[in-house]
């Protein structure tokens, strides 16, 4: 077996190709490209294990190698930062080390998400980016209103009609700020329509959709709450307990932020107490 450590950047890819004694048989850089990935893989010898550390580029290059390797591996980045750290560092010694690392078994593998999932968790994951934009339209247009000393209803102020007489009878309300409130009005009715759109699409996707019926059942899921279990979660069977998979969300917090013992274990019991499903086997069930 043959044991390849790429080094992943934006433009360039190091690798290093070692035996399992340790000895290098090939290094160098390549473009971080398909059509370069594809005249590289040709030349390397087989059998083959890839590891790669987790980066933004990872996904597409994971994807393209999956077909040409007996197994690939990707690395938690931190993790594998506090094993191989070295006061010398550059692409060429950290595609090495990572090679070393699972040559010797030590790399600390991370979970990888099947293509398909992956590719509907860029939709979610662009849903939340509009959400933060447009809750920040929101506290912009609350903002201006107080900068200016406008008297409002802040529980009304971003209802279509109430905004609209706000700004045809509030005579409190500056000229200077009316283009700025109206764009940013604007702003927030794009926003909740691709909101609707993103999430509505994700609803019908029949990839998706048997599961988040089934999520749906439990007391308190919403569409979003189980599109971001199905989606950030993914493959539930990697969790061995439900207590793993509340501390995976950050759920559980640990014994030393709290004054006493036992709270810990009772934030643990008050989600089992929120999910009926709280057994291994029933949040399979449910979760499936």
């Given at each position: 077996?043959?044991?390849?450590?790429?080094?992943?950047?934006?433009?360039?890819?190091?690798?290093?190709?070692?035996?399992?004694?340790?000895?290098?048989?090939?290094?160098?850089?390549?473009?971080?490209?398909?059509?370069?990935?594809?005249?590289?893989?040709?030349?390397?010898?087989?059998?083959?294990?890839?590891?790669?550390?987790?980066?933004?580029?990872?996904?597409?290059?994971?994807?393209?190698?999956?077909?040409?390797?007996?197994?690939?591996?990707?690395?938690?980045?931190?993790?594998?930062?506090?094993?191989?750290?070295?006061?010398?560092?550059?692409?060429?010694?950290?595609?090495?080390?990572?090679?070393?690392?699972?040559?010797?078994?030590?790399l600390p593998?991370?979970?990888?998400?099947?293509?398909?999932?992956?590719?509907?968790?860029?939709?979610?994951?662009?849903?939340?980016?509009?959400?933060?934009?447009m809750v920040?339209?929101?506290?912009?247009?609350?903002?201006?209103?107080?900068?200016?000393?406008?008297?409002?209803?802040?529980?009304?102020?971003?209802?279509?009609?109430?905004?609209?007489?706000?700004?045809?009878?509030?005579?409190?309300?500056?000229?200077?700020?009316?283009?700025?409130?109206?764009?940013?009005?604007?702003?927030?009715?794009?926003?909740?329509?691709?909101?609707?759109?993103?999430?509505?699409?994700?609803?019908?996707?029949?990839?998706?959709?048997?599961?988040?019926?089934?999520?749906?059942?439990?007391?308190?899921?919403?569409?979003?709450?189980?599109?971001?279990?199905?989606?950030?979660?993914?493959?539930?069977?990697?969790?061995?307990?439900?207590?793993?998979?509340?501390?995976?969300?950050?759920?559980?917090?640990?014994?030393?932020?709290?004054?006493?013992?036992?709270?810990?274990?009772?934030?643990?019991?008050?989600?089992?107490?929120?999910?009926?499903?709280?057994?291994d086997r029933?949040?399979?069930?449910?979760?499936?």
């Amino acid at each position: 077996m043959y044991f390849i450590g790429l080094d992943v950047h934006k433009k360039t890819i190091s690798y290093c190709v070692k035996d399992a004694a340790g000895r290098v048989h090939q290094e160098g850089k390549i473009a971080s490209t398909r059509r370069e990935l594809d005249g590289w893989i040709r030349t390397m010898p087989q059998p083959r294990t890839i590891a790669m550390e987790a980066t933004i580029f990872t996904g597409w290059i994971y994807d393209h190698l999956l077909p040409h390797a007996e197994r690939l591996k990707v690395a938690h980045p931190l993790m594998l930062r506090a094993i191989a750290a070295s006061k010398k560092k550059n692409d060429r010694i950290d595609a090495g080390k990572i090679a070393d690392c699972v040559r010797c078994d030590f790399l600390p593998e991370c979970h990888m998400a099947s293509t398909e999932i992956r590719d509907r968790r860029r939709t979610l994951r662009y849903r939340n980016l509009v959400i933060k934009q447009m809750v920040q339209m929101k506290n912009r247009i609350s903002g201006l209103l107080m900068e200016t000393g406008v008297s409002y209803n802040k529980q009304r102020l971003h209802k279509v009609g109430y905004f609209a007489e706000l700004m045809m009878s509030n005579e409190e309300v500056h000229e200077s700020i009316r283009p700025l409130l109206k764009l940013s009005r604007d702003m927030i009715s794009r926003s909740q329509k691709l909101d609707y759109a993103l999430v509505s699409s994700l609803q019908r996707d029949p990839v998706l959709k048997e599961r988040l019926r089934r999520l749906r059942t439990v007391p308190g899921v919403g569409p979003i709450t189980a599109l971001t279990w199905a989606l950030e979660i993914g493959d539930y069977t990697r969790f061995p307990s439900i207590k793993q998979a509340i501390s995976y969300c950050g759920f559980v917090r640990r014994r030393e932020e709290f004054g006493r013992e036992g709270d810990a274990d009772a934030d643990f019991q008050a989600e089992e107490q929120a999910y009926p499903a709280s057994t291994d086997r029933g949040c399979q069930a449910r979760a499936q």
